[in-house]
């Protein structure tokens, strides 16, 4: 949230902080291969996977995105990847699907998947009457994994949304479009800028 819609000065702080921590964490996967978590294309893996997950949420749930505004969702992306030291983030949709191509066979199956989901169910991101919409939320999530990905790591069509579910969360995601709230992040950086709080909310 900082590094989209917080001040520049705070948000290279907040971006070095997290390099310098990521500088001390290294290991070795299943697999044998060692790494760093400061890796250049393992960075850019993960900002490509980030900037998928966020613009394809936003094409499924929301509304259908054109090919032009996928590409520019990528390109408005790639300034802040690189202070993270992402610097082969793809900059365009078919950047992203070559990348995804060259990466899928290196892919491979790791229970740490599931922990991350099942830390995601129960992570205390709602309150506890909207619990059941935080499950549903993980499972629009996985729906949104490429068949090829989801194959290797070990998910199945049963993990994501059924159909009726799918319906529901495109109406919870459009009404969080619709209606935002004027502490979130977004509207108080239109508020920082001496905007109206719903600007971002009402240009096309």
Same mark, same amino acid.
């Given at each position: ?19 310098r ?25 993960v900002q490509?996977t ?22 520019r969702?990528?390109s ?12 082969g983030a ?28 099942d @830390?995601?169910?129960? %992570? &205390?991101? $709602? *309150?506890?009457?909207?619990? #059941?919409?935080?499950?549903?939320l /993980? +499972?629009?999530?996985?729906d ?21 579910q ?5 109406? @919870?995601?459009?009404g %969080? &479009?619709? $209606? *935002?709230?004027?502490?979130? #992040?977004?509207?108080?950086?239109? /508020? +920082? ?12």
């Open positions: 949230m900082i590094t989209v819609y917080g001040p520049a000065s705070k948000a290279r702080t907040m971006i070095a902080g997290i390099v921590r990521h500088s001390r964490v290294t290991g070795t996967a299943d697999n044998g291969r060692p790494y760093k978590a400061n890796d250049t294309q393992l960075l850019s893996w490509a980030a900037g998928y997950g966020f613009t394809e949420a936003f094409h499924r749930y929301v509304r259908p995105l054109t090919a032009k505004e996928r590409d969702a990528w408005d992306a790639y300034p802040a990847a690189v202070l993270y030291g992402a610097i793809p900059k365009s949709e078919a950047q992203w699907q070559a990348q995804l191509a060259a990466m899928t066979p290196q892919l491979s199956h790791s229970p740490i998947v599931f922990e991350f989901l @830390i995601m169910r129960k %992570a &205390d991101a $709602f *309150p506890a009457l909207a619990r #059941p919409v935080q499950i549903l /993980v +499972r629009a999530a996985i949104m994994v490429p068949p090829d990905v989801a194959r290797i790591v070990g998910l199945t069509p049963q993990d994501g949304l059924k159909g009726w799918r319906a529901l969360v495109r109406r @919870i995601a459009q %969080a &479009d619709r $209606f *935002p709230l004027r502490q979130s #992040p977004a509207a108080q950086s239109c /508020v +920082r800028l001496g905007l109206p709080a719903d600007w971002l909310y009402t240009r096309s």
